[in-house]
T-cell receptor, first 113, second 117 residues
Framework: GDSVTQMEGPVTLSEEAFLTINCTYTATGYPSLFWYVQYPGEGLQLLLKATKADDKGSNKGFEATYRKETTSFHLEKGSVQVSDSAVYFC????????????FGKGITLSVRP | GAVVSQHPSRVICKSGTSVKIECRSLDFQATTMFWYRQFPKQSLMLMATSNEGSKATYEQGVEKDKFLINHASLTLSTLTVTSAHPEDSSFYICSQFMAGSAYNEQFFGPGTRLTVL
C-alpha cells in the first residue's frame, strides 16, 4: 500500500536558518505530492504541491521538488521565520478507484528569534 | 482558502456516552467530506468518506456502528462516537472537498480533541 515517511522531529531552528524536512514515499500508482502546514489552533492548510516528476511546488518561500528516482519530496526554505513555527505534513494522493490522501506523521518546527 | 469549522474543539466525556462532532463549511458547498483520526505523534488516518445524501464509505478496520457519519447537507457533516470508551480518545479532523475544484483540493477543520474518561 501507499505510505509516506517523514524525518523524526521536532526540529528547532534559529530565525533565518536554512530548513530541510525530508519526506519519502511509496505508492502503487503515480501520485501527486503535497506539503500541508498546521499552525497552532488551526486546521491543515495546503502549503504546496507537485503533480508529476521534476515539478517544483513553491509557496511562501518554501519549495519541494518531486523526485521520482528517489521517491522523495523534501521541503526546503532558505531563511525561516518565527511565524513558520508549525506542524508540517507530507502527503500523497494516489490515482485509482480508492483515491485518498495518505499522510506522514508530521513534524513540529519551532523557530526561535 | 475556504473555511471549515469544527465544534466542539475539545470535549471530555464519561465512558459509555455518545459524542457528536460537527464539521461545517462556512463559505462553500462540499460534495465530499472526509473524517480523519490522529493519535499523538502519528499521522492522520482516514476513517471514512461521505458524499452528501448518501452513506459514508468506511476504511477497513473502522466500525460503522461505532462512528456514525451523517452528511445531511452540503455544508454540514457530523461524526457521532457512540458508547465512547477511553481507547476512542483521539484528535478527530474533518476535511471538505470543494465542488468543482481539483480532485485533490481539500480544506481541513481545526480538529476536535476527544477525551473519554
Amino acid at each position: 500500500g501507499d505510505s509516506v515517511t517523514q524525518m523524526e522531529g521536532p526540529v528547532t531552528l534559529s530565525e533565518e536558518a536554512f530548513l530541510t524536512i525530508n519526506c519519502t514515499y511509496t505508492a502503487t500508482g503515480y501520485p501527486s505530492l503535497f506539503w500541508y502546514v498546521q499552525y497552532p489552533g488551526e486546521g491543515l492548510q495546503l502549503l504546496l504541491k507537485a503533480t508529476k516528476a521534476d515539478d517544483k511546488g513553491s509557496n511562501k518561500g518554501f519549495e519541494a521538488t518531486y523526485r521520482k528516482e528517489t521517491t522523495s519530496f523534501h521541503l526546503e526554505k532558505g531563511s525561516v521565520q518565527v511565524s513558520d513555527s508549525a506542524v508540517y505534513f507530507c502527503a500523497l494522493w494516489d490515482t485509482g478507484a480508492n483515491s485518498k490522501l495518505t499522510f506522514g506523521k508530521g513534524i513540529t518546527l519551532s523557530v526561535r528569534p | 482558502g475556504a473555511v471549515v469549522s469544527q465544534h466542539p474543539s475539545r470535549v471530555i466525556c464519561k465512558s459509555g456516552t455518545s459524542v457528536k462532532i460537527e464539521c461545517r463549511s462556512l463559505d462553500f458547498q462540499a460534495t465530499t467530506m472526509f473524517w480523519y483520526r490522529q493519535f499523538p505523534k502519528q499521522s492522520l488516518m482516514l476513517m471514512a468518506t461521505s458524499n452528501e445524501g448518501s452513506k459514508a464509505t468506511y476504511e477497513q478496520g473502522v466500525e460503522k456502528d461505532k462512528f456514525l457519519i451523517n452528511h445531511a447537507s452540503l455544508t454540514l457533516s457530523t461524526l457521532t462516537v457512540t458508547s465512547a470508551h477511553p481507547e476512542d480518545s483521539s484528535f478527530y479532523i474533518c476535511s471538505q472537498f470543494m465542488a468543482g475544484s481539483a480532485y485533490n483540493e481539500q480544506f481541513f477543520g481545526p480538529g476536535t480533541r476527544l477525551t473519554v474518561l
